[in-house]
Nanobody, 125 residues
């Protein structure tokens, strides 16, 4: 059974940091590109970052560029999202997703085949 599980979310003050993890079971991530998405109440799911299977190529949404860093450790079958200088507008449920191919439309949810259940990130003072 293919499964992705996010962890590392929680409550943090503005300006703080969190590190999210996306762990795979039932398949190995080394042949998959991974995307991170988030969805706030009443808003559409937003693609915020992606990484190629090798880790050599990455993408970031303008809203998180310079603050968030995506990385992967294929030996641990895990992808990470380091989030620094968090703002209240970063509050959302964060999801990771996997697809076989690397290419265009990285921020479109429909191109990903496997999804986790999400982890809540709340940025508040």
């Amino acid at each position: 059974q293919l499964q992705l599980v996010e962890s590392g979310g929680g409550l943090v003050q503005p300006g703080g940091s969190l590190r999210l993890s996306c762990a795979a079971s039932g398949f190995t991530l080394d042949s998959y590109s991974i995307g991170w998405f988030r969805q706030a109440p009443g808003k559409e799911r937003e693609g915020i970052s992606s990484i190629s299977s090798s880790g050599r190529s990455t993408n970031y949404a303008d809203s998180v560029k310079g603050r968030f860093t995506i990385s992967r450790d294929n030996a641990k079958n895990t992808v990470y999202l380091q989030m620094n200088d968090l703002k209240s507008e970063d509050t959302a449920v964060y999801y990771c997703a996997a697809r076989r191919l690397w290419g265009t439309a990285w921020s479109a949810a429909g191109v990903y085949d496997h999804w986790g259940q999400g982890t809540q990130v709340t940025v508040s003072s």
